[in-house]
């Protein structure tokens, strides 16, 4: 079975700082998703980006990058620029490519923005 | 709006009630979840639909049934709540690589 360990229940930075959220997975699968969700207090769940284990690329979208390291498991979250509007819950995810497609979520990461 | 809707946005219950929560999606998707969320826990899945007609266990499906008679609707019910169902519940559909989309969450208390 897979898991998904997000190591920090909480974090907060200045605005404009940057930020960088941790994500460790556990899977024997080679093909794979991985995701990272904002949920703000509106409870709402926002896709923030998406990475495909079979690309070495980076995703990356505007302030929002990921660093996918497939060897170690590992798929930080980086936040450059942070906005007041960042404030929210971080979940990381998981997702076979094949079967099912159920998400395998972390333990999520409250992330402040402090004016 | 396309999108996942769920309903009741809220819910308070006493033990040992019963009550049906309703997910429904319009974009045509085969694939439906149920999920909980606790605090500390991340979101878990309770029982998911491959489609209509289907259903399965996920991680946490003990005190829930669920049906999906039609495609575009997939209910969880609980047949004698008990405290321990105190969450928040999402409801997401899928297709294919894409990614989920998510319901606004229903927030039940059991108490």
């Known amino acids: 079975a897979q898991t998904v360990t997000q190591s920090q229940p909480e974090m907060s930075v200045q605005e404009a700082e940057t930020v960088t959220l941790s994500c460790t997975y556990d899977t024997s699968e080679n093909n794979y998703y991985l995701f990272w969700y904002k949920q703000p207090p509106s409870r709402q769940m926002i896709l923030v980006i998406r990475?495909?284990?079979?690309?070495?690329q980076n995703a990356t979208e505007n302030r929002f990058s990921v660093n996918f390291q497939k060897a170690a498991k590992s798929f930080s979250l980086k936040i450059s620029d942070s906005q007041l509007g960042d404030t929210a819950m971080y979940f990381c995810?998981?997702?076979?490519?094949?079967?099912?497609?159920?998400?395998?979520f972390g333990q999520g990461t409250r992330l402040t923005i402090n004016p | 709006n396309a999108g996942v809707t769920q309903t009741p946005k809220f819910r308070v219950l006493k033990t040992g009630q019963s009550m049906t929560l309703l997910c429904a999606q319009d974009?045509?998707?085969?694939?439906m979840y149920w999920y909980r969320q606790d605090p500390g826990m991340g979101l878990r899945l309770i029982h998911y639909?491959?489609?209509?007609?289907?259903?399965a266990k996920g991680e946490v499906p003990d005190g829930y049934n669920v049906s999906r008679l039609k495609k575009q609707n997939f209910l969880l019910g609980l047949e004698s709540a008990a405290p321990s169902q105190t969450s928040v519940y999402f409801c997401?559909?899928?297709?294919?690589?894409?990614?989920?989309?998510f319901g606004s969450g229903t927030r039940l208390t059991v108490v």
């Open positions: 990475q495909e284990a079979y690309k070495q």
């Open positions: 639909s491959v489609g209509e007609g289907t259903t």
């Open positions: 995810a998981f997702r076979p490519l094949q079967g099912a497609q159920k998400l395998v």
């Open positions: 997401a559909s899928s297709y294919s690589r894409l990614g989920y989309t």
């Open positions: 974009m045509n998707h085969e694939y």
